[in-house]
């Protein structure tokens, strides 16, 4: 298997998952019954009233607690989401300096990382700032250039990744032909045309390798709509560098206006 000699941001091939968080262990229904152990046949009436009693009271706890995760689930999945738009915005500021002049200018004072590329997809309404690195850290608040790949919008293969349910969600409608925009640092576009799209395994590093046409390779966790994180698996986006044509019509949006 092919490894790459620069460095990766973790030891596993991108390990985007979802930003969501995983279920909970032990909540598990029916619960298992321990081995060993059977329901008594028989007995008074009045025992099997009491227990009857403990079992509707053991239900009635159990429900309240499962709908009490289930809001925190909700909440939990409504924080990572405002937290992203914020620090987009936040990170929008930050790139209209950078295309003032600043370099790697961070987002807020005690942030590791800085944007180092817009990415836009105008006929979905993407418009996302990218990040320096593809690690937990980065990707929390927007998509994440990969150390070791080319810079977004520089010749070779730019590597960038993120979470399936927040910044790079749209992948999952991204089809092949349509056109991605990437604004570097000094304002200059590129643009890219998607070619495929593919199922891999988490470890297939090879999507990383610099020879072969300037390109972006777009990574996050797969299936989208899985109901925790951990997989194995990964959706991998290609887009071909090309020429700028008359249907690659930048989105206007405040800051940093990429026309």
């Known amino acids: 298997m092919n490894r ?14 979802s ?4 279920t909970l ?10 081995k060993g152990k059977s329901t008594p046949r028989g007995g008074n009436s009045r025992a099997a009233r009491g227990g009857a009693t403990r079992v509707g009271r053991w239900s009635a706890v159990l429900a309240a607690v499962l709908l009490a995760l289930g809001a925190w689930e909700f909440g939990q999945g409504f924080y990572i989401q405002a937290k992203a738009q ?20 961070k987002p807020w004072p005690w942030a590791d990382t800085w944007p180092v590329a817009r990415l836009q997809l105008a006929d979905k309404h993407v418009d996302l700032f990218v990040l320096a690195g593809a690690d937990g850290r980065a990707i929390a608040f927007g998509p994440g250039h990969m150390f070791g790949t ?7 293969n730019s590597v960038i990744g993120g979470h399936r349910d927040t910044h790079l969600a749209f992948l999952r409608d991204v089809a092949p032909g349509s056109l991605l925009s990437v604004q570097r ?34 990574v996050t966790c797969y299936p989208f709509d899985a109901l925790s994180a951990g997989g194995d698996q990964r959706y991998v986006v290609f887009a071909n560098a ?16 990429a026309s």
């Open 86 to 105: 914020v620090a987009q915005t936040l990170i929008r500021s930050a790139w209209t300096r950078t295309l003032a002049g600043e370099r790697q200018v």
């Open 25 to 34: 262990p032990g909540l598990e229904w029916p619960p298992r019954q321990a």
């Open 185 to 218: 640092p000094d304002g200059t576009l590129r643009w890219y045309r998607v070619k495929a799209a593919q199922v891999l395994d988490k470890d297939e590093v090879w999507v990383t390798k610099q020879d072969g046409p300037t390109r972006l390779t777009l």
């Open 242 to 257: 090309v020429e700028r044509s008359a249907e690659a019509a930048p989105l206007k949006t405040k800051g940093g206006d």
């Open 4 to 17: 790459i000699t620069a460095r990766p941001d973790r030891d596993d091939f991108l390990g985007v998952e």
């Open 150 to 156: 080319a810079l977004p919008g520089e010749r070779g």
């Open 19 to 22: 930003a969501h968080p995983a």
